[in-house]
């Protein structure tokens, strides 16, 4: 009986997505709190990440065990938050098979939980069956099917990602517990495509919208000299329904509104003369959360006030509504120091080589406009500059003016 009780426990499954309050209003979803259970026991710590799947999972009673399902779930409940100490439900939703709808991991859907060798990001939902069963329940089947199709459409999930696996629990001692995904073979995969394709008429994903507010931006107030680096700190509130994750198309990120090269491109931070990143790795913003991030920048050769303006663009490049902002920083000239700007060009260009002949290899270019520090000048017409990184070029002195 502790063997099969505990061989059903670790049919548990879990992982991510999240749903605002009202995406499920055709389904009640029983909130822990209604099964008497200890919710100050949950202290898991935020991992949200964007979904990519649905995967269902059995939980198998043994027709030998005299168990109500809500008994069984609270059971489980305190298996993985103490006994395993996960802090929470290792799974989203749990489904009776009187097709009750009962609330997993209190975070939500987006809340991740790591599977074994898989970096998918699934929300996984467990239903109930008795033991031997190769399908579904009718209430059952019903609500796996409101509730599959509401998380299709709300996250964005492809109908061919929906999946029924078996999952068990990797646990070994001082390491996370990981869910390891078999597949179920025969009937089981015949009822999940059924569901499939009855949901395939009312399947209309709706991308994520997200807008946000940039509440503050804190600059250095003493005057910075170059080449020095300086932070910036930027307050951006979420003020969508959403939560937003890094590293997806909808990260906001600081572009410059001329699309002009910004004076304070920092080389190998920024994603490009014109745009920097803001959030940090893996970070994430709630619905109505502000979060402040730094943003890294390099002190220009130009000098007292420079301003530029900005906007917050997604990664598709499209303009966040009401997200302009202006930097204002003082620059002072670093003292003793020999500054050429280039000047044009008949190509819009200017060739820099390895050593100051005409002959010498051409090895990059820069354009009008820009500004370098000077190390050597030649009488031949010819002066070297620093380019930064410890880079070094040759360019011709007719085409710049010492600043």
């Given at each position: 009986?502790k063997?099969?009780?505990i061989?059903?426990i ?12 009202d995406?499920?209003?055709a389904?009640e ?5 209604d099964f008497?259970?200890?919710t ?12 990519d ?7 198998a009673?043994?027709s ?8 069984l ?8 938050t103490?006994?395993?100490n ?6 989203h939703y ?9 609330e997993?991991n209190s ?10 060798q898989n ?10 069956i ?5 399908d ?6 019903q ?6 199709l ?24 001082n390491?996370?517990?990981l ?6 073979q ?5 009822a ?13 994903p709706?991308?994520?919208s997200?807008s946000f ?20 700190q ?10 937003l994750?890094?590293?997806t198309?909808y990260e906001?990120i600081?572009?410059k509104l ?9 080389n ?9 990143p ?7 913003i709630?619905?109505?959360?502000s ?5 890294k920048?390099?002190?220009p ?9 900005y906007?917050l663009?997604s ?8 997200t ?10 670093p ?8 000047t ?6 200017l060739n820099?080589r ?6 010498s290899n051409v ?7 820009q ?14 500059l620093?380019?930064g990184?410890?880079k070094?070029?040759?360019?011709v002195?007719?085409?710049t003016?010492?600043?």
């Open positions: 009986m063997k099969t009780l061989t059903l670790i049919l548990i499954s879990s992982i991510i997505g999240f749903l605002p309050n995406s499920l209003k389904l979803i029983l909130p822990k709190k008497s259970i200890d100050t026991l949950v202290s898991q710590i935020e991992n949200f990440n964007l979904p799947s649905i995967i269902i999972s059995p939980i009673i043994p030998d065990m005299i168990i109500q399902e809500t008994d779930y609270s059971g489980i409940f305190y298996y993985e103490i006994r395993l996960q802090k929470d439900f290792l799974s749990f489904v009776t098979t009187e097709g009750q709808v009962l997993g975070l939500g859907a987006d809340q991740r939980i790591k599977l074994y970096d998918s990001k699934p929300i996984i939902i467990n239903f109930f008795a033991e031997g069963a190769n579904f329940t009718i209430n059952q089947k609500t796996l099917k409101d509730l599959i509401k998380l299709a459409n709300e996250q964005s999930i492809p109908l061919d990602s929906i999946f029924i696996k078996e999952i068990r629990l990797l646990v070994k001692p390491e996370p517990v869910l390891k995904l078999d597949d179920l025969g009937s089981w995969q015949i999940l495509k059924e569901i499939v394709i009855e949901i395939t008429p009312q399947y209309k709706t991308p994520r997200y507010a940039v509440e503050k931006i804190t600059v250095p107030t003493k005057t910075i000299v170059f080449p020095e680096t300086f932070e910036i930027v307050v951006i509130k979420n003020t969508s329904s959403n939560v994750f890094q590293d198309i906001p600081m572009s001329d699309n002009v090269p910004s004076k304070f491109f920092l190998e931070v920024w994603l490009s003369q014109t745009q920097s803001i959030m940090d790795e893996n970070s994430s709630k619905p109505n959360e979060k402040t991030f730094t943003v920048l390099k002190a050769l130009y000098f007292g006030e420079i301003k530029e303006s906007q663009i990664g598709l490049g499209r303009a966040y509504t009401g302009n902002f202006e930097l204002s920083v003082n620059v002072e000239r003292a003793g120091k020999d500054i050429v700007e280039i044009k060009t008949e190509t819009g260009q820099y390895d050593n100051p002949f005409s002959s090895i990059g270019r820069v354009t009008p406009g500004r370098f520090i000077v190390l050597e000048r030649t009488d031949s017409g010819y002066i070297k620093d380019l990184n410890g070094t070029g040759w360019v002195s007719k085409y003016k010492t600043i």
